[in-house]
């Protein structure tokens, strides 16, 4: 069985869903956290484990974009230290 796909909201690259990470938005942080099992119920983004395709999913705004929410407060999404962004083992 093929390992499901799916799209980074940053570079738009194609990858295994283990190759990403899962965010979603958390109505009780009023914010978007990020979801390491990709277990939470919703809509949810994915995204590289890289800073740089994060920054570009904030610069395009993708990220409210592809949760339908327009109260998404990207320059947080960059800066949110909890996320840990380059912080896990990278796979090359
Ligand atoms: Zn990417």
């Known amino acids: 069985m093929a390992t499901p796909q799916r799209t980074c909201v940053g570079c738009r690259g194609v990858d295994d869903r283990t190759a990403l990470l899962r965010l979603v938005w958390d109505p ?34 993708a990220i409210g974009r592809g949760l339908r929410r327009t109260d998404v407060d990207h320059e947080q999404i960059r800066r949110d230290p909890g996320f840990g962004f ?4 990278e796979t090359r």
């Open 86 to 89: 380059n912080n896990g083992a």
């Open 28 to 61: 009780d942080r009023g914010a978007v956290v990020l979801d390491p099992t990709a277990t939470r119920p919703g809509r949810g983004v994915w995204v590289h484990d890289r800073e740089s395709c994060v920054d570009t999913a904030c610069r395009r705004r």
